[in-house]
């Protein structure tokens, strides 16, 4: 997608912000056009990693989760504050690529999964067809008799054979004449609920580590250790054909998928095309400590440096290198600023956009614009109890009204806002919806200050509010 059409993309679901929606999809775009230089030039084009400043609800981790979504890359969001330094309890900041690796794991998954459905529905239609015709596959006449003798004895015997072998292409084209049928019957849906019996290997209970040190990849090894000591027991179960065809397609796809290709491709798509949204950056930015090291501040920062250099961080599935992956910070810095980081990590994120407060008519279109608006939740929500929600315009814009002053007066948390004040509007329709005799509910300007005036009386907004 050109910058223009990502914009576009991410303006159906995000209100205003386009600094850093420009910012965003200029980074996105600059890893296509990396892809298209020559190797030995590709190699040395790094992602320009970016800082989004910004109070908080103003659509900082939307961006970059709908970013994730719109080019289809392994994405992770993780707070900065889950980490402390090395030597400490508390994950290591290498766990985030594990993570990313992770995730990256599952998307390649269900792409072959994809791929090999169409010839692991074949194999589990012709697994079927076997439980249902026992024996219908693998039928194989008698071996002939040897016979020695006499000349009339061999020819009797040469008879014997051709009268065997014609009974027996009788027999086979007469049990796949019975097969053919049964496997019409069977993709025409008429033996869904017919009982058969299907082996299922039981697997050991997963064992899990929980350590500090980037231990979490060792869970994987001692499985695997524990799946090959423990002896692997078989069990009988009758299921219906419809539940089989479930675990059948399951055990079927697993084996069509080459496991090898799935690392070597989760792998490939990290390194290039991973994207991690670090949240949260300004609350491990901070003075130095005078007391010592400081392990939730600066220790974190030290960790991050590298990561974010470019690093090879072991996982489970081998090496992975993080030169290529796009950090995309944030945070609302009201305590600090983007200069109290560390020099070396400052320079990592060259590009930093500040994302703008939320003002009246941002909240307004924030309820009626986007493509999955609050409002449209809302009516689909209750369209589900027969209850017909209409928001009139006025209506919309007291509830517009309302969200900003309050965030005026109170504690600023942007967007999120809009969710207790609407959520406070539908209390009560929400209550007695499965009961309303009128079904036809209107929401307009007197009736959401009917239900807000009387928050609005107090001067302490917040102890009912947020």
């Not at 959520?423 to 007695?432: A, L, M, W």
Request: with cysteine; hydrophobic share 35%; net charge negative.
């Amino acid at each position: 997608m050109t910058p223009r059409e990502t914009v576009a993309e991410l303006d159906k679901y995000i209100v205003g912000q386009d600094a850093a929606k420009r910012a965003v999809a200029i980074a996105i775009r600059n890893r296509w056009r990396r892809q298209q230089l020559p190797p030995e030039l590709r190699m040395d084009v790094t992602p320009k990693n970016i800082i989004m400043i910004g109070p908080t609800g103003v659509g900082k981790t939307e961006i970059a989760r709908r970013l994730a979504q719109l080019v289809g890359a392994p994405f992770l969001k993780i707070e900065a504050t889950k980490y402390t330094e090395v030597g400490y309890v508390g994950r290591d900041v290498e766990s985030m690529i594990r993570d990313i690796t992770e995730s990256s794991i599952g998307m390649v998954k269900a792409e072959q999964r994809r791929l090999v459905e169409t010839d692991a529905a074949a194999r589990v239609t012709e697994r079927l067809l076997d439980m249902l015709l026992p024996g219908s596959s693998a039928w194989e006449p008698e071996a002939a008799e040897e016979s020695e003798g006499s000349e009339q004895e061999s020819d009797d015997a040469d008879s014997d054979s051709r009268e065997q072998k014609k009974r027996s292409r009788e027999e086979k084209e007469r049990q796949q004449r019975t097969r053919d049928k049964m496997k019409a019957r069977l993709e025409a849906g008429e033996l869904e609920d017919r009982n058969v019996e299907l082996t299922v290997e039981t697997k050991a209970v997963p064992v899990q580590i929980f350590s500090n040190l980037g231990m979490e990849n060792m869970d994987v090894d001692f499985q695997n250790m524990f799946d090959k000591i423990m002896p692997k027991t078989n069990q009988n179960r009758q299921v219906t054909v419809k539940d089989a065809r479930k675990i059948l397609m399951e055990q079927e796809t697993e084996a069509l998928i080459d496991r090898q290709t799935v690392t070597e491709k989760a792998v490939a798509l990290v390194e290039n095309h991973g994207i991690i949204f670090l949240d949260e950056l300004d609350k491990v930015c901070g003075p130095s400590s005078s007391h010592g090291p400081d392990v939730s501040r600066q220790g974190v920062q030290r960790d991050l440096l590298p990561v974010v250099e470019g690093t090879t961080v072991n996982t489970r599935y081998g090496p992975v290198r993080t030169d290529h992956i796009l950090f995309i910070a944030a945070g609302a810095f009201h305590l600090s600023k983007p200069s109290d980081l560390m020099p070396e990590l400052q320079g990592r994120f060259p590009i930093r956009v500040e994302l703008t407060d939320l003002n009246r008519a941002d909240f307004l279109r924030i309820l009626t614009e986007p493509k999955h608006a609050l409002t449209k939740q809302y009516i689909e929500l209750l369209a589900t109890e027969g209850v017909k929600l209409t928001f009139t315009p006025d209506g919309v814009e007291a509830l517009a009204d309302f969200a900003f002053e309050v965030n005026r007066t109170t504690q600023n948390i942007g967007a999120r806002r809009l969710h207790t004040i609407l959520e406070r509007v539908v209390e009560e329709i929400s209550y007695e919806g499965p009961d309303l005799a009128d079904k036809n509910v209107t929401i307009d300007a007197a009736y959401v200050r009917g239900r807000l005036a009387e928050i609005m009386e107090k001067e302490d907004l917040s102890k009912f509010i947020l």
